[in-house]
């Protein structure tokens, strides 16, 4: 069977969402667009996923979080897209590309032919087993978290983990690590953390500011495991038991979970289109989402852009950075000109427990830091300083107007104050 589209966009994640929701203001004509998505849902905000869906109560489910609630949105559901005459292709895994003839085609065999695509195939939870090639990883009871699918299942084996003893390993000490080891110790689960550096979300955290989430993780009952890489995992009946450290420390487990990180998903695209080998990896797109191929478009986690305001070439795995290529992609194609090149101020947020962070701008490892606020308040921050000009602001505990100060300074990079400190996210006023 073929079909044919003026516009496609394979991946019906975050990005195409807010894509869908731009060619609809964009005034796209009905039957021109299809989306085409191997999940069984249409676009969702997926950070719900390891934050409020995995609550023990209250907790949401679809459609109470569909694109684009997230951003401030209307809440975009399956009658949505039909009434604006966008074909959603639900279930449709595309197996194969050919960019020189312009189809996609997929593992039934079906082909859909396009004039413009564009590619929302974001990333992929990092496989232990297959990416690893870790022992054991294949063992009843070892989970990697990125859809809804992945996250109802990791909540229906919590009654059986609890009744074979309710110790739960979480493998990595990033986002996912942090986030769903946090929700999953709300379900009386005993969890324990491990991962390879000295310090959680070392890329990001300053250890002063790391050492204030460490404490308080250890406060509720989760343990932790820095400096410790999980090299197998042993079972019995097939079920996991134990995670096996390199130095041959035995942590018992009845369920684990993979939060070590993600791939983009560019393969299909391979020999192609200009792929990026080297970090930050990704399609090479302009400052138009544009590829290496005019009639071919990529958004979301895969796409790597200039970013202008540093100079340097970006791929970002956050969903702000979604919700905006996404938009700017269409804007690009429906009206050129009236579309400048992308001018991203980085976003990065989490939630866990009672806590919150936000983090403009940018930090790098040499970026001297300059710390402010307290942390027995729970209100405390860190500038990154580079060249003498503050390039991020992080703060745990902002309200809105501090949030929104941590915006304007990583925009502005003023130059840093001698009294950066105690001013704090007041530098804001003097700007
Ligand atoms: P995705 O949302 O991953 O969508 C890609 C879609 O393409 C998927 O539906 C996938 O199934 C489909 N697809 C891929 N290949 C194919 C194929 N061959 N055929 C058909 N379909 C295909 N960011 C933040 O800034 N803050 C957060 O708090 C936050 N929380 C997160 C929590 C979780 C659990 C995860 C996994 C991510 C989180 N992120 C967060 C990151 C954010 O969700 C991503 O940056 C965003 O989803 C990227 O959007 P995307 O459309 O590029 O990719
Ligand atoms: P991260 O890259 O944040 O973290 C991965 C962590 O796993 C790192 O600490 C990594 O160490 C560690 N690790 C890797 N291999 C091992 C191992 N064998 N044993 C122990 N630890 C290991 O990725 P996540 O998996 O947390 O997140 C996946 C994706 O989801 C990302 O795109 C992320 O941006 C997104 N996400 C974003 C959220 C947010 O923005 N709030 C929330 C949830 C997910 P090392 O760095 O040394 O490799």
Known sequence: MASNYK????????????????????????GELAIITREPHVAYERPTLSKAYLFPEGAPRLPGFHTCVGGGGS????EWYKEHGIDYKLKTEIKSADVSKKTLTSTSGETFSYEKLIIATGARAVDL????????????????????????????????????GGKVVVVGGGYIGMEVGSNLSKHGLDVTLVWPEKHLMERLFTPEVATFYEEYYKNKGIKLHPEALATS?????GKVTHAVLKDGTKIEAQMVISGAGA??????????????????????????MQTSNPDVYAIGDIAAYPLKRYGITTRQEHVANARQTGALAISAILAPGETQDFDYLPFFYSRVFDLGWQLYGSNAPDDETVFFGSKADKKFGTFYVRDGKVVGAFMEGGDNDENAA????????????SDLASLGVGLASKL
Do not use: M
């Not at 496609?8 to 929701?21: E, F, H, Q, R």
């Not at 809440?75 to 399956?78: D, G, I, L, S, Y």
């Not at 990125?146 to 109802?152: F, G, K, M, S």
């Open 75 to 78: 809440k975009q559901e399956p």
């Open 129 to 164: 087993a297959t990416d690893f090639k870790t022992p054991g990883a294949d063992l009843k009871g070892i989970y990697s978290f990125r859809d809804v699918e992945d996250a109802d299942s990791i909540l229906a084996a919590i009654s059986d983990v609890k009744s074979r």
């Open 7 to 30: 516009y496609v966009i394979l991946g019906g994640g975050n990005a195409s969402g807010y894509a869908a929701a731009e060619f609809v203001k964009r005034g796209g004509g009905k």
């Open 263 to 288: 791939r983009p998903n560019v393969e299909l695209f391979e020999g192609q289109i200009d792929l990026l080998k080297d970090k930050p990896g990704g399609v090479k797109v302009d400052g138009k």
């Open 233 to 237: 995992f042993e079972g019995k009946d």
């Open 406 to 417: 941590l915006s304007k300074i990583a925009k502005a990079q003023p130059k840093a104050p």
